[in-house]
């Protein structure tokens, strides 16, 4: 089965700095872009980033852009978001995802493998 296990959140003040991290296991991790989503409370679930295989090319929204950076380690399985200068308005819970920005809804639902995300909280 597919797992993405999320961790590393926490409250952080606003201009903080959190680093989040997705343990992935159960599927060929080398094989797939990874990407992390946000979902705050009342709003809709929000692209952040995506990593294609290779770790080469990154794709960021504009909200986070040049604020965030993904990585992955493909011996480790894992995917990495470095959050730096952090606003109210970063403040969700995140979960990784497999696939891209136009796969991760159809490839979740079909593996049915979201996490339970991590909680990042940026507040004063």
């Known amino acids: 089965e597919v797992h993405l296990v999320e961790s590393g959140g926490g409250v952080v003040q606003p201009g903080g700095s959190l680093r989040l991290s997705c343990a992935a296991s159960g599927f060929s991790f080398i094989s797939f872009p990874m990407t992390w989503v946000r979902q705050a409370p009342g709003k809709r679930r929000e692209w952040v980033s995506t990593?294609?295989?290779?770790?080469?090319?990154?794709y960021y929204a504009e909200s986070v852009k040049g604020r965030f950076t993904i990585s992955r380690d493909n011996a480790k399985n894992t995917v990495h978001l470095q959050m730096s200068s952090l606003k109210s308005e970063d403040t969700a819970v995140y979960y990784c995802?497999?696939?891209?920005?136009?796969?991760?809804?159809?490839?979740?639902?079909?593996?049915?493998?979201w996490g339970q995300g991590t909680q990042v909280t940026v507040s004063s």
């Open positions: 995802a497999l696939g891209d920005s136009a796969q991760y809804i159809d490839l979740m639902r079909e593996y049915d493998s």
């Open positions: 990593i294609n295989m290779d770790g080469d090319f990154t």
